[in-house]
């Protein structure tokens, strides 16, 4: 696991290099999306790139990691339509070629099992964006999710709904009570994990992540047992890490080229 401390611009630049990279040398990449606002510079300068450099997505692929389940086709907090306003309405990625678990399938079980089979048969995720909540939870793996699930329906935990209602007119009772969510096992197998974290808020959660004891408490910790993780956190967010010192020294030694 390799933690980055820098201001959100640097980061956010970090990882767009992280996926310019990938979709350079390897056009047909499979990316992982994440919604929720730490991603948001990274979606912005990924368009910067597209519009003024040129950087394409046209033969890439997208999986977003969640959705609510019941919110309307239209509704503006969608995971669905939030992603293809945050990012793939801006770049040359063909909606056909973004997915999502439906999270309004008659049928939610064999939907999710579908999503399953619909990321391996594009080959898996080789890069996933991702973020954490307050209380540790990546996608919608909330606290005592198992370290190994796949896809499937979950029960939003009351703490999430009230981070979350800041999107629903700050009514935390109009969020959603369930969602679907990539497992802890679904992101346990993209190939290369890149989560960003910024804000006072996710310094616990932050701190659990790189240095707790794994454990379904903060799920975000199962990260502990993946071989490429990038954690890229601003100074607010690092300011638990009893590491910070070292992590710090560590990346200001690392050759540029070398990237993520
Ligand atoms: C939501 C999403 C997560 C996201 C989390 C943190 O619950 N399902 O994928 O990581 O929020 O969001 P933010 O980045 O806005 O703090």
């Known amino acids: 696991m390799e933690v980055v401390i820098a201001p959100v611009d640097a980061l956010a630049g970090l990882a767009a290099d992280a996926i310019e990279t990938l979709v350079r040398a390897r056009p047909e990449a499979v990316l992982g999306l994440a919604t929720g606002s730490s991603p948001l510079a990274v979606y912005d300068e990924l368009v910067r ?3 003024e450099q040129g950087l394409s997505f046209a033969r890439a692929r997208a999986f977003t990691l969640d959705e609510y389940v019941g919110l309307a086709a239209d509704h ?3 995971y669905r339509n939030v992603i293809a306003r945050e990012l793939t309405d ?3 990625l063909d909606p056909a070629r973004v997915a999502g678990p439906d999270g309004s399938a008659a049928d939610l079980p064999a939907a999710c099992a579908a999503y399953e089979q619909a990321i391996s048969a594009a080959g898996g995720i080789d890069l996933q964006i991702l973020g954490i909540g307050t209380d540790g939870h990546i996608a ?5 999710s198992s370290l190994a699930s796949r896809t499937r329906v979950k029960t939003l935990t009351m703490q999430t709904r009230q981070d979350n209602a800041r999107f629903f007119d700050d009514d935390p009772s109009a969020v959603p009570n369930h969602c679907v969510t990539q497992g802890i096992g679904t992101i346990l197998a993209a190939s290369h ?3 960003l974290a910024t804000g006072r808020a996710k310094a616990e959660a932050v701190h659990q992540l790189v240095e707790g004891p794994v454990s379904a408490m903060w799920p975000a ?3 502990q047992l993946h071989p490429h993780v990038s954690v890229l956190v601003d100074d607010a967010a690092a300011g638990r890490l009893q590491l910070a010192d070292h992590f710090r020294q ?4 690392k050759p540029a ?3 993520l």
């Open 250 to 253: 560590t990346w200001a030694a």
């Open 193 to 195: 994990l890149v989560l």
């Open 140 to 144: 919608f793996n909330e606290p005592g």
């Open 257 to 259: 080229w070398q990237g």
């Open 49 to 51: 790139r597209h519009t």
């Open 76 to 78: 503006p907090q969608r």
């Open 221 to 223: 910790t199962a990260l």
């Open 90 to 92: 801006r770049i040359d």
